[in-house]
């Protein structure tokens, strides 16, 4: 398009000097018509890079997650190939589930006894509370027989023996009291001890087995997202531990990220959805549509690092360093009735985003872009 601006001023010059002869052709309006086209040829290269700024680096990222298993045990089963389309949620690998199987049962029957161990915690409390009230009649008659046997041997109507004896069974049933009380209150402190509905002991079963039910779910790996299963080269027999230094497999997430990188003056007219076009090199010939979804206005240059040192100045002399891009990511937009394009992770490319300034020369760079997606057909190598 830039060669047809400057082929129509280049027709413009001839028809005026050359063809009319409304000028003179000399020296010095040759000299104009050159200037003219250079600033001519300048100002529109100047102005598009601003109101449709384009970008050379546009990177496709998808997540990827590196499949640990959370518990150890030998590989059973492995139920995908490597590079092949899993659903969320689909199986994955399957770990021997026996000794997780076994715990569990364990931890049934040791739930069963401890609930019923806990049903006898009321009749505990209940026999507690009337051993306490044996032992407090049993103190009211000693304590009684006590008075009656002081008045007898106060009358001369009986003898100190008595009174001793009589003293001695008092102190008995008071530590016999004092006893059935604290079995009371111990009997009682386990009642209330409680979480949620359960007694303490109940609960404590509960959560392991819960726990052991946890891992014995975990045996079966399953995907985390809809994505691609990378580098399976795990196979039954295998053991696997749960370590993140020794990942089973790399999981690739479906979903994407498209980021492209724009020199930072050339930022200044870009707004979240802003429509944008980008050609791939894996896809000749096609444009992807896509709009402005946000900028992501940070880089590594303006981060300071963790440490106990101060910062430097850059060394005198020292040449700066150039100047990071930013990243503006791109959402892919879905034509009607067209498929939406595949994209490989990692696939590169070119992409141009056109802001709401000076609509018109956006075909310039509409021009210009799809150049660029022809121009990936040529593989430039000699080899």
Not at 47 to 54: D, R
Not at 244 to 269: D, H, M, T
Not at 357 to 378: D, G
Request: net charge positive; hydrophobic share 45%.
């Amino acid at each position: 398009m830039l060669e047809m601006i400057i082929g129509g001023y280049c027709a413009l010059v001839w028809l005026v000097f050359i063809k009319l002869k409304w000028f003179p052709w000399n020296i010095k309006t040759q000299v104009g018509a050159a200037t003219g086209a250079l600033a001519l040829a300048a100002t529109i290269i100047f102005t598009i890079n601003v109101v449709t700024p384009s970008s050379n680096d546009v990177r496709v990222i998808n997540y990827v997650s590196e499949i640990v298993p959370r518990v150890a045990g030998t590989v059973t089963r492995v139920a995908v190939e490597g590079n092949t389309l899993v659903k969320k949620g689909d199986v994955l690998l399957e770990i021997d589930d026996t000794p997780y199987r076994l715990r569990v049962r364990e931890l049934e029957a040791k739930l069963a006894d401890t609930i019923a161990s806990a049903k006898t915690l009321k009749q505990d409390l209940d026999s507690a509370k009337s051993s306490t009230l044996a032992a407090q009649a049993h103190l009211d008659l000693m304590s009684k027989r006590l008075q009656e046997a002081k008045t007898l041997a106060k009358a001369g109507a009986g003898n100190e023996y008595d009174v001793e004896n009589f003293q001695t069974e008092t102190k008995k049933a008071e530590s016999a009291l004092a006893s059935a009380k604290s079995g009371e209150a111990k009997a009682q402190i386990r009642l209330d001890a409680t979480v949620g509905p359960d007694l303490a002991s109940v609960a404590q079963i509960k959560a392991q087995l819960d726990s052991a039910r946890y891992d014995l779910r975990s045996t079966v790996i399953r995907a985390p997202a809809d994505g691609y299963p990378i580098n399976v080269s795990v196979r039954p027999g295998n053991y696997l531990v749960p370590m993140p230094f020794k990942p089973a497999l790399s999981f690739v997430e479906r979903e994407q990220r498209i980021l492209a990188f724009f020199a930072q003056n050339e930022l200044r007219y870009i707004q979240p959805g802003d429509k944008a076009e980008i050609a791939f090199q894996t896809l000749p010939g096609q444009l992807v549509k896509a709009k402005v979804d946000s900028i992501v206005w940070a880089n590594g240059q303006g981060q300071l690092l963790q440490s106990g040192q101060v910062p430097n100045a850059p060394v005198e002399m020292a040449p700066a360093p150039l100047a990071q891009k930013y990243a503006v990511k791109l959402t892919p937009i879905q034509q009607e009735g067209e498929e939406q394009a595949v994209i490989p992770m990692g696939a590169r490319g070119g992409a141009a985003v056109y802001t709401e300034k000076l609509a018109p020369l956006h075909l310039l760079r509409m021009v210009m872009i799809r150049a660029q997606s022809l121009f990936n057909y040529l593989v430039l190598k000699l080899h």
